[in-house]
T-cell receptor, first 113, second 118 residues
Framework: GQNIDQPTEMTATEGAIVQINCTYQ??????LFWYQQHAGEAPTFLSY????GLEEKGRFSSFLSRSKGYSYLLLKELQMKDSASYLC??????????????FGAGTRLAVHP | DGGITQSPKYLFRKEGQNVTLSCEQN?????MYWYRQDPGQGLRLIYY???????QKGDIAEGYSVSREKKESFPLTVTSAQKNPTAFYLC?????????????????FGPGTRLTVT
């Protein structure tokens, strides 16, 4: 199967840290993307993990465990502008060399003052 | 500036009419994609194209058609056969793997077209 599970909604306080989890069951994949999408806008690329471990990029970090089918996105020093949906997207091996990504439904994060 | 454009941002049509959504990119990307997004659901792949004059069905291609006559353009036609066409449509592009300069194959998305059919 290709089920991708993310929490539907999360809330957090400005300045805090939040972790958004993503679990998936795929027959094989070779990477996992995280995208940010503000309401009514296009998704924008946040991170890509192709190996196990943590990738840090400024306030955002992403972790991947391929054996566990598990990833998380860590957002530090939250700002109001971080209020958005966060989409988890594993890249199946059978993508045929191109990005036939499978997107989760996304986690809607609300940051409060 | 390089990027992907979609027009129009909002589109209204009567049931039974075909409608074509435009997607243009000047990023020199080989691959282009069309997704549909419904409330509370993830993006679902409609069609994708790896190269000019070639395209493949995605997961929900029924009721849709595409063409790829130019590298820069990948228009999507929503036909009257599509049972539930009202949705947010997103176009994306990505470079050919191996030419991206790294392991990242990120997709670049256009601003989207919100189609309402009544």
């Amino acid at each position: 199967g290709q089920n991708i599970d993310q929490p539907t909604e999360m809330t957090a306080t400005e300045g805090a840290i939040v972790q958004i989890n993503c679990t998936y069951q795929t027959s094989g994949f070779n990477g996992l993307f995280w995208y940010q999408q503000h309401a009514g806008e296009a998704p924008t690329f946040l991170s890509y993990n192709v190996l196990d471990g943590l990738e840090e990029k400024g306030r955002f970090s992403s972790f991947l465990s391929r054996s566990k089918g598990y990833s998380y996105l860590l957002l530090k020093e939250l700002q109001m502008k971080d209020s958005a949906s966060y989409l988890c997207a594993p890249r199946p091996i059978n993508s045929g060399g191109y990005n036939k990504l499978i997107f989760g439904a996304g986690t809607r994060l609300a940051v409060h003052p | 500036d390089g990027g992907i454009t979609q027009s129009p941002k909002y589109l209204f049509r009567k049931e039974g009419q075909n409608v074509t959504l435009s997607c243009e990119q000047n990023l020199n990307h080989d691959a282009m994609y069309w997704y549909r997004q419904d409330p509370g659901q993830g993006l679902r792949l409609i069609y994708y194209s790896q190269i000019v004059n070639d395209f493949q069905k995605g997961d929900i291609a029924e009721g849709y058609s595409v063409s790829r006559e130019k590298k820069e353009s990948f228009p999507l036609t929503v036909t009257s056969a599509q049972k539930n066409p009202t949705a947010f449509y997103l176009c994306a592009s990505s470079p050919r793997p191996g030419l991206a300069g790294g392991f990242s194959y990120e997709q670049y998305f256009g601003p989207g077209t919100r189609l309402t059919v009544t």
